[in-house]
């Protein structure tokens, strides 16, 4: 069967949810990094868990690729379609099924995206806590072990998620975990699939942690006299027992990128932002002590606050740090990449980085959740120079050689799509094959987001 029969034959299961225009393949064709246009088949767009169900059946009696898709703000080419077939949407399933507040949790679909979520949960006093800047779906976060500013406190994705429903490429149904905080039951099949990037199962539901909104927050901004002397006082922070919400870094070049857009006139020097979550007088406490460790790291030019609006602007700020990074080379595409380290080789990381992007005449400014270790850059290239898209790969594989060598990842949060695939090996050693086997063993056809995470498909 061609693959024009077998999408025919597909959408008698959906009709008009099944969609081939041309305008919604390149919409999900699309990353917000550098990888080229890579659409689908199809796009489909199911309501309920039966239905995904039956779209896996088929596409398996079909010989069909099947990929995910949740808003697509992945960055190593997660949701892409490399070996074509279905794109499966879950925008349409974004409902909020259940809030228990007594419990702190909360079960819901995948196509629900954070903030929509903390929307929703406003009048309960609880939050979700897990911010990856982007407002990414749930789903999506969960399938690619997000994390981001707050991990530092809250943790990561895998932290959050108590249990899923799960379709398998057979189409069956399972569910993992359960509203329990602990279990000692059986193998972890929720911390399986939390970070398989929809290779071994599409995700259809979540049961998630809640927190509860803090009484008092606390942010703010400081300028250091060297990237070293930003990054021990991280260090001092986390070793006196702080306990920040965010602690992010910011280069010179990515305040100078941040200036230029927004006009907020910080000095262009490393900048740690810091925020602190309790009560008024644990915040307070905190707050003072991290202002003495700075201004013995020779810290100046403090802005406290804590006024919603100021540290929503702090945020908004370092969230859209990518988008000044890349208007600062007008024309410029982003090889986006991270690494994680133990924090205490993170200003070695961090200086061998500056140096290797000072010798390759790219700019590559530099953010990073400091607070766990992770740092990312954006070797910034123009498109038509196929000399610097060399240059600036060459840079991201020294970065990830470097972060092993340092007792760390080659990626703290950007996952491993097709980006990342090539280090697996060197990580993971033998490991690697174990991936491999669970893939075989769970979709024996391997047509779950092929060409991602695991060694490629036989």
Not at 281 to 306: D, K, M
Not at 340 to 369: F, K, N, Q, W, Y
Request: aromatic share 4%; hydrophobic share 45%; with cysteine.
């Amino acid at each position: 069967m061609t693959m024009h029969q077998a999408i025919a034959e597909l959408g008698h299961v959906l009709g008009p949810r099944l969609v081939t225009a041309r305008a919604d393949l390149e919409a999900h064709g699309t990353s917000e990094s550098h990888f080229p246009l890579t659409p689908p088949d199809a796009v489909v767009y199911p309501e309920t868990a039966e239905e995904v169900a039956e779209i896996v059946r088929h596409c398996a009696r079909l010989g069909m690729p099947v990929v995910g898709w949740g808003v697509g703000t992945s960055l190593e080419g997660h949701a892409l379609a490399a070996k074509g077939g279905v794109a499966v949407d879950f925008s349409r399933m974004n409902r909020v099924l259940r809030v228990s507040a007594e419990d702190m949790d909360c079960t819901v679909q995948p196509g629900l995206t954070r903030t929509g979520l903390n929307e929703a949960l406003k009048a309960t006093g609880l939050m979700f806590p897990v911010d990856p800047g982007a407002d990414a779906t749930l789903g999506g976060m969960a399938a690619c072990r997000a994390s981001g500013t707050t991990a530092v406190r809250y943790g990561t994705m895998r932290e959050q998620v108590l249990g899923l429903e799960v379709v398998l490429a057979s189409g069956e149904v399972i569910r993992t975990g359960s509203r329990a905080r602990k279990s000692a039951s059986g193998y972890d099949l929720t911390g399986l699939f939390v970070g398989s990037e929809g290779t071994l199962g599409l995700i259809t539901e979540l049961t998630l942690r809640l927190h509860g909104q803090p009484e008092a927050v606390s942010t703010a901004t400081c300028a250091f006299p060297s990237d070293a002397a930003a990054i021990d006082t991280v260090i001092a922070c986390i070793q006196y027992g702080l306990s920040p919400a965010r602690i992010e870094y910011m280069d010179a070049e990515s305040v100078a990128a941040v200036n230029a857009r927004d006009g907020l006139g910080l000095p262009e020097a490393p900048h740690l932002l810091v925020e602190f979550h309790g009560t008024e007088a644990g915040v307070a406490e905190e707050t003072a002590r991290f202002g003495e460790l700075a201004a013995e790291g020779g810290a100046e030019g403090f802005r406290w606050s804590s006024l919603p609006e100021e540290r929503s602007a702090l945020w908004k700020m370092r969230h859209g740090a990518y988008w000044a990074i890349v208007a600062s080379r007008p024309g410029a595409r982003a090889i986006v990449t991270d690494l994680c380290v133990p924090i205490s080789r993170m200003a070695e990381a961090i200086a061998e980085t500056r140096e290797d992007i000072a010798a390759s005449g790219i700019p590559g400014p530099l953010v990073g959740h400091v607070g766990d270790g992770n740092v990312h850059a954006a070797l910034l290239v123009d498109p038509d120079r196929p000399e610097e898209w060399e240059v600036a790969t060459r840079l991201a594989e020294r970065m990830a050689d470097r972060a092993l060598r340092l007792g760390g990842t080659v990626t703290g949060e950007h996952g491993v799509g097709m980006g990342k695939l090539k280090h697996m090996a060197a990580e993971h050693g033998a490991a690697w094959g174990v991936m491999g086997a669970i893939k075989r063993a769970l979709d024996p056809a391997g047509l779950l987001n092929p060409g991602k995470v695991v060694p490629q498909d036989r």
